[in-house]
């Protein structure tokens, strides 16, 4: 890699990464599986290949901006891709305190139902072009309140901008393939999840609700969200576990069973199983953001 320019901004309390702008020109920094403690924007500006990410894998092409939580695992294989990079921690910037400006979780970040990618059309490309040289500009000035501010702004543009054009391409990212019946029970099984997930852990519960066989269930989901349905159950589980680890101070047992775990070592299993790290290490690695929701 060559030539490539860095930007970062370190947290003065604790150490840690901030907030990190840098282009990339090969897939070097992407080729292994990734499980960071902030939140990753990959622009894919030249080239296409395949993405790994959670329990599924998506073929991308060039000018796809990709959007991963924290600790959420991913990975690019590609020849060659060129693109930029913006990665933020929440202590940084919180997507769950600017939820009402920005609209970026469950858009953006957080969608189990979505592919966690988007295509960036010119406009598009324009905006986040001049975001990301305003940001560089601002970046070489000296540290003070008002960089601070400043890259936060951009970054509300920045993220606002995407989830617009997300939205706008959600009715294409699930396309119906297999009549008009489907997408009416697709929508009944995302209401069961948002409504039971902390009740109804198996695929059979959610059959039995929708009054469908287990097979034919778990073969729409397979078909229309490229994930079976134990991993949309288990990805929002561990998104509402997540929320509730970075914004409350509720013990670990408390987190358990608002969650329908009564074992509490059994749920923090679960967990480990599927973040690669325990609920204790995550709340102390992502952040905790209780005192600012107060």
């Given amino acids: 890699m060559t030539n490539q320019t860095i930007f970062t901004l370190v947290n003065e309390q604790n150490g840690n990464l901030a907030f990190k702008l840098f282009s990339f020109e090969d897939n070097s920094y992407f080729d292994y599986l990734q499980r960071n403690n902030y939140y990753s924007l990959i622009w894919v500006t030249e080239g296409s290949g395949k993405l790994k990410t959670d329990f599924s894998e998506y073929n991308f092409e060039q000018n796809s901006l990709?959007?991963?939580?924290?600790?959420?695992?991913?990975?690019?294989?590609?020849?060659?891709?060129?693109?930029?990079?913006?990665?933020?921690?929440?202590?940084?910037?919180?997507?769950?305190?600017?939820?009402?400006?920005i609209t970026c979780n469950g858009v953006l970040f957080n969608n189990i139902y979505q592919i966690p990618f988007i295509l960036v059309d010119e406009p598009l490309q324009n905006t986040l072009n001049k975001l990301i040289e305003q940001i560089k500009l601002e970046m070489q000035n000296p540290p003070g309140l008002a960089q601070y501010e400043l890259l936060i702004s951009f970054m509300k543009i920045f993220l606002i901008s995407a989830s617009r054009s997300k939205m706008q391409q959600q009715p294409h990212a699930i396309?119906?393939?297999?009549?008009?019946?489907?997408?009416?029970?697709?929508?009944?099984l995302k209401e069961a999840i948002e409504k039971d997930f902390k009740l109804k852990h198996t695929p059979k519960d959610y059959a039995v609700l929708l009054n469908i066989s287990p097979n034919a269930l778990a073969k729409i989901t397979k078909t229309h969200f490229n994930k079976t349905l134990t991993n949309l159950i288990t990805e929002r589980i561990l998104i509402e576990a997540k929320r509730e680890l970075y914004l409350t101070n509720k013990s670990i047992k408390e987190v358990a069973y608002e969650l329908g775990y009564d074992d509490e070592y059994y749920f923090s299993r679960f967990f480990k199983k599927n973040v690669n790290i325990s609920p204790q290490v995550y709340r102390e690695t992502v952040g905790f953001g209780k005192a600012e929701f107060n």
Avoid: A, R, V, W
């Fill in 66 to 101: 990709f959007s991963f939580s924290p600790y959420q695992p991913f990975m690019f294989s590609s020849n060659l891709i060129k693109g930029i990079t913006i990665y933020f921690h929440s202590d940084f910037f919180c997507i769950h305190k600017h939820q009402t400006e």
């Fill in 175 to 188: 396309p119906s393939k297999q009549g008009n019946k489907e997408p009416f029970i697709l929508q009944n």
